[in-house]
């Protein structure tokens, strides 16, 4: 950097024909550009320009250094542009991570308009279930739901994703429609792999936490699957509310018991560092909190 300086120290006094016009033109001393070039000269171990009291004149080697200096210097002075673009319109890629059922949904509203307001950037999402090392695959901004684990990661709270317990009508129709935590033990419930109890969900009423105890004939890992057998009348189901919210109002779905409340998890966005985030980072950050503040009602549809 400081040989950098130098160059540009040079071509100044070049350009204003004096070491005192270069001084006026870079706002400082002139034993300090005196300095910088004799500095620069020693470390080539040439001279590059002859003085006199009222003007310089290049050497032979100082003009060819010159022409050299000149190029560096308006390369720098391109990069300089190039970062402020970057940073005024955002462009490049965007690699984002989350949960299956939440990136096919939520995510994939969210990033089809945020795309189509920064044509220059572009996105790749890689969606798992299974947990993503962001540094490790390059990820720019993961969305995980809580509780997380310690990490060296940034983590900016979205809001909470509420859960819904429902069937399908025809199921209703044959097997009963439950109205209270104990009815649920009589029926086929879809047990989650990913609840902290699958056989046993945790309601809250009026009279406080009513535990249900709950068993069924299919287990799964994922809301996906536990969505669609819902569908197909497969049973009871512990749901996203965002994941059923059409269901519910087109009917497909029935929410059950809407006088008890569910536990809820914190939905992330987790990113390597607070400083330095790439353009369309911190400019998709910006937008999906736009989208989450000061509630979430998308995640509840």
């Not at 204003?16 to 004799?38: E, N």
């Not at 500095?39 to 022409?67: D, Q, V, W």
């Not at 308006?74 to 949960?99: H, I, K, N, T, Y």
């Amino acid at each position: 950097m400081d040989d950098l300086n130098e160059l540009s120290f040079f071509a100044k006094v070049v350009e204003a024909g004096s070491f005192t016009g270069a001084a006026r033109a870079l706002r400082v001393p002139k034993a300090t550009v005196s300095r910088k070039v004799a500095s620069l000269e020693t470390r080539l171990g040439a001279r590059l320009l002859h003085r006199t009291t009222r003007r310089i004149r290049l050497t032979e080697l100082g003009e060819a250094y010159y022409r050299r200096c000149a190029e560096i210097m308006l390369s720098v002075e391109d990069a300089q542009m190039l970062a402020a673009g970057f940073l005024s319109a955002p462009r490049g890629r965007l690699r984002l991570s989350a949960p299956v059922a939440f990136g096919s949904t939520i995510l994939a509203d969210w990033l089809t308009e945020f795309l189509a307001a920064t044509p220059e950037v572009e996105a790749e999402v890689l969606l798992s279930n299974q947990y993503v090392d962001l540094l490790a695959e390059g990820i720019d901004v993961a969305f995980r739901a809580g509780p997380l684990q310690e990490s060296s990661l940034v983590a900016r709270k979205l809001g909470p994703v509420p859960y819904v317990i429902c069937a399908a009508p025809h199921y209703l129709e044959q097997q009963g429609t439950p109205h209270q935590p104990s009815d649920l033990r009589r029926h086929s419930c879809i047990g989650l792999l990913g609840l902290p109890q699958r056989d046993r969900w945790q309601l809250s009423g009026p009279g406080g936490m009513e535990p249900a105890e709950v068993a069924g004939r299919m287990v799964c890992d994922d809301v996906l699957f536990a969505r669609r057998a819902a569908l197909r009348g497969a049973g009871v189901a512990y749901l996203p509310g965002f994941l059923v919210a059409d269901d519910l109002r087109s009917g497909s779905l029935v929410q059950l018991m809407k006088s008890f409340s569910l536990p809820q998890r914190d939905l992330f966005a987790v990113y390597p560092s607070r400083n330095y985030l790439a353009p369309p980072v911190r400019v998709f950050l910006d937008f999906v909190v736009a989208k989450v503040t000061p509630r979430a009602p998308w995640l509840q549809g």
